[in-house]
């Protein structure tokens, strides 16, 4: 064990790090509208990036504000009961006063898997949906835990800013999508500009930067579950049990079946990744599991 | 060019000096609502103990001394002003609470009351509760506190005439488990 890390550094560390990350993103996006613009006419960057925010703006819109039912209804959760999930009731409500948050909306989806997931575009709109396997293999310490992790990601505008981040991707692939493709019909008429250099920038960008972007929001992704967890154990001051909930859930093993019961698009909402990948890498939405247990571990 | 610079500069402390006295007066606000939330926990458990006492009556003959405790602590509670004192009437009440249910292991037919546990059950979730809402007022605190004494934060605490705010703090007898004795 190296030394101890503070949940309130922890917190800060993993705020700017998303910033930094954040700011790569829409670099990317005003370095690929420039280049773009450039190859075509210069004076249409401005009118070019109104036309790719409007477009995913108004896409995300929609989702944002309906991505907690979209969510609610592809795992097929209910509402929990207040006699039969006593004690999730009761954890929610504990975590609602120890985060000073209003008390969400709490559902219960079945699967036997442990898993949980918030969304809701703010506090006040803010759901929880746990596993039934949640509650039957949780004591209540990593109940709570768990429970403490998902408050965190409505606590710090996760789900907000995870839907930034979709618009910004979003924007990304529209315009790289409008760019090589208004290369296909305009390939003619190559002699208005005939800047060779920019096409071929062009082209290699609009072909990385959307890959880029999804990169960098899974790294942001990664990121936000860290802090979950450090603000997570501010909330319980008990890192110890969410370390333990997160080590039943390493030791789990999915069946097929369940999966089922998973769509992939919800799969960055959940505190594990549901299709336990092997191994973390670019690609992963999530952290390494040991990591984030030795690093709960430490506090 | 000078004009605009000056103007700058002018717009950046007016927006300095309505962005600390906003961020203060939130800060203070959420201690003010932590408080609140610490009140209603304390309120709740008060108006469960009758009942756990009318329970509790019929089983405990022998045990007058911890039911008055109860009682009074409750009465406290009640007629508590302060936070500060609220909050040590709620310790008492809690710690006699504890007693209550230390002592009610020797009774194995209230132990089989129905009514009994599901009273347990709520005050002990009620425990928690206090204890969530205590630890969140301490959490208010120290982000205000810290507003408060980081600097450029100082500066304008001083100025809104704004001073730190004591933690909710543990008497070390109290952070014991209480003593019982048969």
């Given at each position: 064990?190296?030394?101890r890390?503070?949940?309130?550094?922890?917190?800060r560390?993993?705020k700017?790090?998303s910033?930094?990350?954040?700011s790569?993103?829409?670099?990317i996006?005003?370095?690929?509208?420039?280049v773009?613009s450039?190859?075509y006419?210069?004076s249409?960057f401005?009118?070019f990036?109104i036309?790719?925010i409007i477009i995913?703006?108004?896409?995300?819109l929609?989702?944002y504000?309906n991505a907690?039912?979209?969510a609610l209804?592809s795992?097929k959760?209910?509402l929990a009961s207040s006699?039969?999930?006593?004690q999730?009731?009761?954890s929610v409500?504990?975590m609602?006063?120890?985060?000073g948050?209003?008390i969400?909306?709490?559902?219960?989806?079945p699967?036997s898997?442990?898993?949980?997931?918030?969304?809701?575009?703010?506090?006040k709109h803010?759901v929880?949906?746990?596993?039934?396997?949640?509650?039957?293999?949780?004591?209540k310490?990593?109940?709570e835990?768990v429970?403490?992790?998902e408050?965190?990601?409505?606590?710090n505008?996760?789900?907000?800013f995870?839907?930034f981040t979709?618009?910004?991707?979003?924007?990304?692939?529209?315009a790289?999508?409008l760019?090589l493709?208004?290369l296909w019909?305009s390939?003619?008429?190559r002699?208005?500009?005939?800047?060779?250099i920019?096409?071929?920038i062009?082209i290699v960008?609009a072909?990385?930067?959307?890959l880029?972007?999804?990169?960098v929001?899974?790294?942001?992704?990664?990121?936000r579950?860290?802090a979950?967890?450090?603000s997570?154990?501010?909330?319980?001051?008990?890192?110890?049990?969410?370390?333990?909930?997160?080590?039943?859930?390493?030791?789990?093993?999915p069946s097929?079946n369940?999966k089922?019961?998973?769509?992939?698009?919800?799969a960055?909402?959940?505190?594990?990744d549901?299709f336990k990948k092997?191994?973390t890498?670019l690609?992963?939405?999530?952290p390494?599991?040991?990591?984030?247990?030795s690093?709960?571990?430490?506090? | 060019m000078?004009?605009i610079?000056?103007?700058?500069v002018?717009?950046f402390?007016v927006i300095?000096f309505?962005?600390?006295?906003?961020r203060l007066?939130t800060?203070s606000?959420?201690i003010?609502?932590?408080?609140?939330?610490?009140?209603?926990?304390?309120?709740k458990r008060?108006d469960?103990?009758?009942?756990?006492?009318?329970?509790?009556?019929?089983?405990?003959?022998?045990e007058?001394?911890?039911?008055?405790?109860?009682?009074?602590?409750r009465?406290?509670?009640?007629g508590?002003?302060?936070?500060?004192?609220k909050?040590?009437?709620g310790?008492?009440?809690?710690?006699?609470?504890k007693?209550?249910?230390?002592?009610?292991?020797n009774?194995p037919?209230?132990k089989?009351?129905?009514?009994f546990?599901?009273l347990?059950?709520?005050?002990?979730?009620?425990?928690?509760?206090?204890?969530?809402?205590r630890q969140?007022y301490?959490?208010?605190?120290l982000?205000?506190?810290?507003?408060?004494?980081?600097?450029?934060?100082?500066?304008?605490?001083?100025?809104?005439?704004?001073?730190?705010k004591?933690?909710l703090?543990?008497?070390?007898?109290?952070?014991n488990?209480p003593?019982?004795?048969f």
């Amino acid at each position: 064990m190296s030394e101890r890390v503070s949940f309130h550094d922890e917190i800060r560390n993993n705020k700017l790090k998303s910033l930094a990350l954040a700011s790569i993103m829409i670099l990317i996006l005003v370095g690929l509208g420039y280049v773009i613009s450039q190859f075509y006419e210069p004076s249409l960057f401005f009118t070019f990036m109104i036309f790719a925010i409007i477009i995913s703006i108004g896409y995300t819109l929609i989702s944002y504000y309906n991505a907690d039912k979209i969510a609610l209804a592809s795992v097929k959760a209910s509402l929990a009961s207040s006699t039969q999930h006593r004690q999730l009731i009761s954890s929610v409500e504990n975590m609602a006063l120890a985060s000073g948050l209003p008390i969400p909306k709490i559902y219960v989806m079945p699967s036997s898997q442990i898993n949980a997931f918030a969304s809701g575009r703010d506090p006040k709109h803010a759901v929880i949906c746990v596993t039934e396997g949640t509650l039957a293999k949780l004591n209540k310490q990593e109940l709570e835990g768990v429970i403490a992790h998902e408050m965190s990601h409505i606590a710090n505008y996760d789900i907000r800013f995870m839907t930034f981040t979709a618009v910004v991707i979003g924007m990304i692939s529209i315009a790289s999508e409008l760019f090589l493709r208004s290369l296909w019909f305009s390939s003619n008429d190559r002699d208005k500009k005939g800047n060779g250099i920019f096409m071929l920038i062009g082209i290699v960008l609009a072909i990385l930067a959307p890959l880029l972007a999804t990169l960098v929001s899974f790294a942001i992704s990664r990121k936000r579950e860290f802090a979950a967890d450090a603000s997570g154990a501010k909330f319980t001051r008990h890192p110890a049990g969410l370390a333990s909930a997160l080590k039943k859930i390493k030791h789990e093993h999915p069946s097929l079946n369940d999966k089922h019961n998973f769509p992939k698009a919800v799969a960055p909402l959940f505190i594990s990744d549901p299709f336990k990948k092997k191994f973390t890498n670019l690609f992963s939405t999530h952290p390494n599991i040991d990591d984030r247990i030795s690093k709960l571990e430490r506090m | 060019m000078f004009g605009i610079i000056l103007g700058a500069v002018l717009a950046f402390i007016v927006i300095m000096f309505i962005y600390y006295y906003n961020r203060l007066v939130t800060l203070s606000n959420e201690i003010d609502n932590s408080l609140s939330q610490i009140d209603v926990q304390l309120k709740k458990r008060a108006d469960l103990v009758p009942n756990l006492l009318a329970s509790v009556k019929g089983y405990m003959t022998h045990e007058k001394g911890v039911i008055t405790e109860v009682t009074n602590a409750r009465k406290a509670l009640l007629g508590a002003k302060t936070i500060e004192s609220k909050v040590k009437a709620g310790n008492e009440l809690g710690n006699a609470l504890k007693s209550i249910f230390a002592l009610s292991e020797n009774y194995p037919d209230l132990k089989a009351n129905t009514n009994f546990l599901h009273l347990q059950q709520e005050l002990s979730a009620i425990e928690d509760k206090v204890a969530y809402s205590r630890q969140f007022y301490n959490d208010s605190t120290l982000s205000y506190n810290n507003a408060c004494t980081t600097f450029p934060g100082t500066l304008f605490a001083s100025l809104y005439n704004r001073h730190q705010k004591e933690f909710l703090k543990i008497a070390p007898a109290e952070r014991n488990v209480p003593k019982v004795s048969f």
